[in-house]
């Protein structure tokens, strides 16, 4: 006889998701930026009905985002890092607000009509959207954030700078891979190449990481402009975007960049090539398929194919964090 757990398992995933975002809207975590508090001092503070509010604290303790000290509740190191609004360049709790909404309401109707979310055809129209006032490219940019800084951290590490000077982050909107590894590395200098809109992101999380000496902005459109030259180019979260022949355009067009003995670098969820093990993954190409007609996400093989057609060799794929991978591509000496 089988066990519902793994079926009741995926219920309760939800309302830890919905724990933790009530927290966040409560301003919880940034109460508790300022001192450990007391069940009662909790209550008070954020004017809390005092029946659930001891179950509330001791979830979050038990889901690891706080930690308890005889009848004293803080913040435990991750939810002080990336939970604490007076960080911006850590900062997630909006992104999170924003990426849960209404999580997956419009999956049923997607998976029924292939129609995206937005009515959009192509990845074109999902940018227009994104980046059409201030506002909205902020968000986005903030989610992108959150999406990568697992990553960012681990190419900073894993990735051989050493060999290099220069990188240019394709798509990189407000520069969380670019001034991850320009921290850890202070020989580089980065150039974030996105479309107009994303430049005062850009220019103030760098700013606020201490590496905008070491960088700039570069405005275009990777389809309609030549991207700029460097060591090293980055994709993180931009292929998935896009057909798989756009993929390769993009792909030819970095390997046009670069210099001889130069790498490209593509990180993304990569679905595991037998397509069994990374629901993430696969749960994030579905949210591609709403998102974007075109997109999805993909395997390391299928990326090492298309490294090749566009002229890389010494390919590689490598854990980075969580689902994370990146795939390395080398252009050959002439």
């Known amino acids: 006889m089988t066990s519902p757990q793994p079926l009741t398992d995926l219920m309760w995933a939800h309302w830890k998701t919905r724990t933790l975002l009530a927290a966040i809207e409560l301003g919880l975590f940034a109460e508790l930026v300022k001192g450990p508090l007391t069940v009662p001092e909790v209550r ?133 891979l670019a001034g991850r590894v320009l921290l850890r590395h202070p020989h580089l200098n980065a150039v974030g190449f996105d479309l107009p809109a994303a430049r005062a992101g850009f220019e103030s999380y760098t700013s606020q990481l201490g590496v905008a000496d070491r960088t700039r902005f570069a405005a275009g459109d990777f389809f309609e402009d030549e991207l700029p030259a460097a060591d090293v180019l980055v994709f993180g979260h931009i292929l998935h975007n896009w057909s798989e022949p756009r993929r390769i355009e993009l792909l030819r067009k970095a390997h046009a960049a670069l210099p001889p003995g130069g790498r490209v670098l593509v990180y993304e969820t ?31 093989a299928e990326c090492e194919r298309w490294l090749r057609l566009a002229g890389f060799d010494k390919i590689h794929v490598e854990h980075l964090d969580g689902p994370e991978s990146m795939v390395v591509g080398v252009k050959s000496a002439a």
């Not at 679905?271 to 390391?300: K, Q």
């Open 44 to 176: 008070d503070r954020l004017g809390l009905h005092p029946r659930p509010v001891t179950d509330f604290l001791d979830a979050l303790v038990a889901l690891g985002l706080l930690r308890r000290h005889h009848d004293r509740y803080e913040n435990a190191p991750e939810a002080a890092e990336y939970l604490d609004p007076g960080r911006p360049e850590t900062y997630l709790g909006d992104s999170f607000i924003t990426q849960c909404a209404g999580m997956g309401d419009d999956l049923t109707s997607v998976l029924r009509t292939g129609e995206a979310l937005r009515g959009a055809r192509d990845g074109r129209d999902f940018y227009a959207a994104v980046y059409h006032d201030e506002a909205s490219v902020r968000a986005f940019q903030r989610d992108m954030t959150a999406l990568s800084m697992g990553s960012a951290r681990a190419i900073a590490e894993k990735f051989p700078w050493h060999e290099h000077r220069s990188l240019v982050d394709v798509g990189c909107a407000e520069g969380a």
């Open 270 to 300: 990569l679905i595991d090539d037998e397509r069994r093990r990374n629901a993430v993954g696969m749960i994030l190409s579905l949210i591609m398929h709403v998102e974007v007609p075109g997109g999805s996400d993909y395997t390391g």
